[in-house]
């Protein structure tokens, strides 16, 4: 149960408070009618939900219609094998599908639904939250967000097997979705099925998703191209993780007490922590851990126990002033400082955890064992039981009372029913889709692919995010075609006012460089 609940916590996309407000427009419901004939075609057609909405985005007045429902897989038999949920919101209108982008959204877990890009940064709603990103008490509410991508690209949420309302198939396993491959295989099936559909090969396609979501999107990047010939224009990618080597704490793997220590000293900046010069000015205070880690640190891991004592101390007392944590406790580690360890150690003093998604939320510590999502023994993640609440709430209420949806199955916001993830391919080695991204880069130079990282997330640290983008070995003549980005903020930086306003900033600049050099604009 440990390990399950680390590694749900490990990957997964998670953020803010959500929550029901009385809608300010009223959304016309329109069923789909029901397939005509054969109790057979109505079975392989499921009634969709189809209502039409207004909201204003920049200032400027968007008609929308949103579909929720079932889109579902079949095998080449016409067998069923799974029943996607997706919501879809295309702007009315807009006849000329090559010059209108589709997005397709996900979130990652494993285990996760779509719910967090959705209704936190995406979607014509958002949940309200503080400018600061603390969650705020029930009931939750939620309003339309001015800041959502609908305005430059038609949007497809899609949750994933077993996640949301989406389940396998009566008469289907759902293992054969409960892992790497197949996830990709499913969701692939499920963005060229929804893509033929609705008539949109024509449209600029995009791909965006969030922390597991990123590896999901590195995936498809080429598996897309090999197995429907579908080329992407873009891929967003939000708290990325595509080398698992960067983030897993084993034996024998420096790597990410490396990568995280800039994290470690932004947590430790922000709650007060850090002492003299690196208290002032925080990129400045990154800059000099960012050295550090290229630099001394990294040298003196890489000495394992030939480290000299000299050494070892000047280590440990620059790793102090780093992480504002006790010599005492960085030498009894080993100069390894273990994410579990920092976030119940930082402010344990005051009886408090810092989260791990973000790591500016601060919780009482459960000293009582019962632990919380992050793990048993006594931590739990701050960060993430303060927005599961509000956003289950939120999609729960929405998907009702605004998209004219019913289903009486649990809606799973954050499941572990598709644990063991299984990994079938690559058990004995660190899973990288930075390769398979590369590959479908190399392939497809019109490719442009956006980074974004959040300051403070300790589930998929930027400096990790950073090394794996510069180990990519891309060729000159795409690396151009990779940006990033980065926020004050957590691993759902958009539940930070001032980065939920950057990143939308930041994606029209993307879109535009994007459509520009695509001819579209």
């Known amino acids: 149960m440990k390990s399950l609940r680390l590694l749900l916590l490990l990957l997964c996309a998670s953020p803010a408070l959500l929550a029901q407000d009385e809608p300010k427009e009223k959304g016309t419901d329109r069923k789909s009618p029901p397939a005509a004939a054969t109790d057979k075609d109505k079975e392989k057609d499921p009634v969709l939900s189809v209502t039409e909405h207004e909201i204003t985005v920049g200032g400027k007045p968007i008609k929308y219609q949103a579909t929720a429902g079932y889109l579902v897989l079949k095998s080449e038999k016409g067998e069923p094998r799974a029943n996607i949920f997706f919501v879809a919101y295309t702007k009315l209108g807009a006849s000329d599908a090559a010059k209108r982008p589709l997005t397709f959204s996900f979130n990652g877990g494993p285990g996760s639904s779509s719910v967090w890009l959705h209704l936190g940064a995406l979607g014509p709603k958002r949940v309200v939250m503080t400018d600061k990103g603390e969650s705020l008490p029930p009931p939750y509410k939620w309003v339309d967000n001015e800041w959502s991508w609908l305005d430059q690209t038609d949007l497809v949420f899609i949750d994933p097997v077993s996640t949301g309302y989406s389940r396998a198939a009566k008469d289907a396993d759902p293992k054969q979705f409960h892992g790497f491959?197949?996830?990709?295989?499913?969701?692939?099936?499920?963005?060229?099925?929804?893509?033929?559909?609705?008539?949109?090969?024509?449209?600029?396609?995009?791909l965006v998703g969030e922390s597991y979501g990123t590896t999901r999107a590195a995936g498809l990047s080429d598996y897309l191209q090999q197995k429907h010939d579908l080329y992407l224009n873009g891929i967003m990618l939000v708290s990325s993780i595509m080398n698992f080597q960067t983030a897993r704490f084993a034996p024998g793997?420096?790597?990410?007490?490396?990568?995280?220590?800039?994290?470690?000293?932004?947590?430790?900046?922000?709650?007060?922590?850090?002492?003299?010069?690196l208290a002032k000015d925080l990129p400045k205070t990154l800059a000099r851990a960012e050295q550090f880690v290229l630099k001394d640190y990294s040298l003196a891991l890489m000495q394992g126990d030939a480290l000299p004592a000299a050494e070892r101390s000047r280590i440990a007392k620059e790793l102090v002033a780093l992480t504002g944590l006790t010599e005492e406790y960085v030498l009894r580690q080993n100069l390894r400082i273990n994410i579990f360890g920092f976030v119940t150690e930082l402010m344990k003093a005051e009886n408090r955890n810092i989260g791990r998604l973000d790591s500016r939320i601060v919780g009482i510590a459960d000293n009582g064992g019962g632990g919380g999502r992050g793990g048993d023994g006594g931590f739990f993640d701050p960060s993430m039981e303060a927005i599961l609440g509000g956003y289950t709430a939120a999609m729960n209420d929405y998907a009702r009372r605004e998209l004219k949806y019913e289903n009486d199955l649990s809606y799973e916001i954050l499941t572990g029913r598709v644990q063991p993830w299984s990994y079938a391919n690559v058990e004995n080695e660190y899973l990288n889709v930075?390769?398979?991204?590369?590959?479908?880069?190399?392939?497809?130079?019109?490719?442009?692919?956006?980074?974004?990282?959040?300051?403070?997330?300790?589930?998929?640290?930027?400096?990790?995010?950073?090394?794996?983008?510069?180990?990519?070995?891309?060729?000159?003549?795409?690396?151009?075609?990779?940006?990033?980005?980065?926020?004050?903020?957590?691993?759902?930086?958009?539940?930070?006012?001032?980065?939920?306003?950057?990143?939308?900033?930041?994606?029209?600049?993307?879109?535009?460089?994007?459509?520009?050099?695509?001819?579209?604009?």
């Open 434 to 521: 930075a390769e398979t991204l590369k590959r479908a880069m190399t392939k497809n130079p019109f490719l442009k692919v956006w980074v974004a990282n959040g300051y403070y997330d300790l589930a998929t640290p930027y400096f990790a995010t950073d090394y794996t983008v510069k180990h990519m070995g891309l060729d000159p003549a795409v690396r151009g075609n990779l940006t990033m980005s980065h926020y004050e903020a957590g691993h759902m930086m958009y539940i930070h006012m001032d980065s939920l306003k950057k990143l939308k900033a930041d994606y029209g600049a993307y879109m535009d460089a994007t459509l520009k050099g695509a001819g579209v604009k």
């Open 253 to 277: 793997n420096d790597l990410p007490y490396q990568l995280f220590l800039p994290t470690y000293t932004a947590a430790a900046w922000y709650h007060g922590k850090l002492k003299g010069d």
């Open 181 to 206: 491959t197949g996830d990709i295989e499913s969701v692939g099936e499920f963005i060229r099925l929804w893509t033929t559909r609705n008539q949109r090969w024509a449209s600029p396609k995009f």
